[in-house]
């Protein structure tokens, strides 16, 4: 029997859904280099009134609304501290420091995600021309699909801010973060999305994740760091005309996409269940919309022959540090018992 492929390398694979396309062929159009288009305009008052900020930038990458971010804080010769794992250290070409000459502070983190307090105080460098300038505590909510306690993100913050630090979050999955925990308070993920996003002077959110658009994030702060990050966007060539298409796709995820990401939080659970219990196989409980399995005792050296296996069974992940499973819009508790067969057929269990 043949199966659709199951593509759980990431929810970034979704195509716009039919109502999704038709919200980008209604959307009015115009110059967003003029600041014309009244659809891109409109996304970036939407995202900022959602999260409680006086402005937003759209842009076309999560990568660019982080460059756009850490250069809107730092000059050349500062520095950010981030984690060891966080997507604007280690996954974007080192682009902060390539293109803007501001260096990370790379900290490993503890083992629920988070940078210990006591790392953080201690990577603050004093004022003294041996030292790079330390400007920046940039956090990642979610992190490895991990939510980081609320608490937590509030005393860091709070940190920052009491010794002249910024304060980013790299929140391409911050509604993921917020459904989460609105499911653990028993409270509405809009209300929580705004509660995280109230921590930080600048908040990156991705459309193109699990919100399931094809193109697009959105960085917001306040006039004063927009407008800066503006200019940036310019440089990095983020400028982009009739963007409302994309920016309308983005606005229909807003309304449409964020309560339902509850479902693929259950659909990686279904998939960690169907996986317990095989010998060789270590999962992790996900917290989120992301599974991590790592593979143990002799099948140690096997993942690159698991993936090969689930490939020719029509089910994809990603193997790059730990095998990753992620749950998204276009998969469904079919795709998810097909896949959890085709990993078990691999283990004969
Ligand atoms: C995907 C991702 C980004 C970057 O997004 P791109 O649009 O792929 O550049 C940034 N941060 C995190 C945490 C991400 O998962």
Known sequence: MSHPVIDLRSDTVTRPTEAMRAAMLAAPLGDDVFGDDPSVNALQAQIAEMLGFEAALFVPTGTQSNFCAILAHCQRGDEYIVGQM????????????????????????????????????AAIKPDDAHFARTRLLALENTLGGKLLPFDYIEQATQLAQRRGLGRHLDGARLFNAAVAQAQRRGTDARAEARRIAGCFDTVSVCFSKGLGAPVGSALCGSRELISRAHRIRKMAGGGMRQAGMLAAAASHALQHHVDRLAEDHALARRLAEGLSGIEGLKVEAPQTNLLFVDLVGEAKARSADLLAHLKREGVLATGLYRLRFATHLDVDAAGIAHAVAAIRSFFHA
């Open 86 to 121: 966080a997507h604007c250290y280690r996954w974007e070409g080192g682009g902060a420091a390539v293109f803007g000459s501001v260096q990370p502070q790379p900290l490993d983190h503890q083992p629920d995600g988070t940078l210990a307090l006591q790392d953080i105080e």
